[in-house]
């Protein structure tokens, strides 16, 4: 139960952090000539570097219309002679690439093979870099209705 909130939190929170991308784009869009952008979002996990977050931002400037779609992290895809879940495409290249900047690179070209799309940029979110980012903007509050109790055998 605990993971399942965590991860819906995260992507909540990711999404509200994609959203302020957006405000950025639209001030840079109007001073380029380019006015429709594409980018991939990932949030990394701890343990494995696993994109546990996948978010592909779409922005035109002339219409000053956004679509934000989550991709699955269970997807099934095909790389480099595997087939396996579409989370798992960072970790892979980042253990053959040996360099997170091409590991994203490699896992932004694959899923834009998948969709049929290209993206102009792409930025993987860590924890810490996520959990900073909440920080730096005093927090996020939640109201539960009821208290939320978790015990765990670790602490």
Same mark, same amino acid.
């Given at each position: !139960?605990?993971?399942?909130?965590?991860?819906?939190? +995260?992507?909540?929170?990711?999404? @509200?952090?994609? !959203?302020?991308?957006? /405000? +950025?784009? +639209?001030?840079? @869009?109007?001073?380029?000539?380019?006015?429709?952008?594409?980018?991939?979002?990932?949030?990394?996990?701890?343990?494995?570097?696993?994109?546990?977050? $996948? %978010? !592909? $931002?779409?922005?035109?400037?002339?219409? /000053?219309?956004?679509?934000?779609?989550?991709?699955?992290?269970?997807?099934?895809?095909?790389?480099?002679?595997?087939?396996?879940?579409?989370?798992?495409?960072?970790?892979?290249?980042?253990?053959?690439? /040996?360099?997170?900047? $091409? @590991? !994203?690179?490699?896992? @932004?070209?694959?899923?834009?093979?998948?969709?049929?799309?290209?993206?102009?940029?792409?930025?993987?979110?860590?924890?810490?870099?996520?959990?900073?980012?909440?920080?730096? %903007?005093?927090?996020?509050?939640?109201?539960?209705?009821?208290?939320?109790?978790?015990?765990?055998?670790?602490?």
């Amino acid at each position: !139960m605990k993971s399942i909130f965590k991860v819906f939190f +995260t992507a909540v929170l990711i999404g @509200a952090l994609a !959203m302020q991308a957006l /405000n +950025t784009l +639209t001030v840079f @869009a109007k001073t380029a000539s380019q006015t429709k952008f594409r980018y991939l979002v990932c949030g990394l996990d701890d343990a494995a570097e696993n994109t546990d977050i $996948l %978010i !592909m $931002l779409s922005y035109d400037a002339g219409s /000053n219309e956004a679509a934000v779609l989550q991709i699955p992290r269970d997807t099934y895809c095909r790389y480099d002679g595997y087939q396996n879940k579409i989370n798992l495409l960072y970790s892979h290249f980042r253990r053959t690439e /040996n360099s997170s900047k $091409l @590991a !994203m690179k490699r896992t @932004a070209d694959i899923i834009g093979e998948i969709f049929g799309v290209s993206f102009d940029g792409y930025v993987a979110v860590t924890t810490e870099a996520f959990r900073d980012a909440v920080d730096s %903007i005093g927090g996020v509050y939640v109201n539960l209705p009821t208290d939320f109790v978790y015990e765990s055998k670790n602490t």
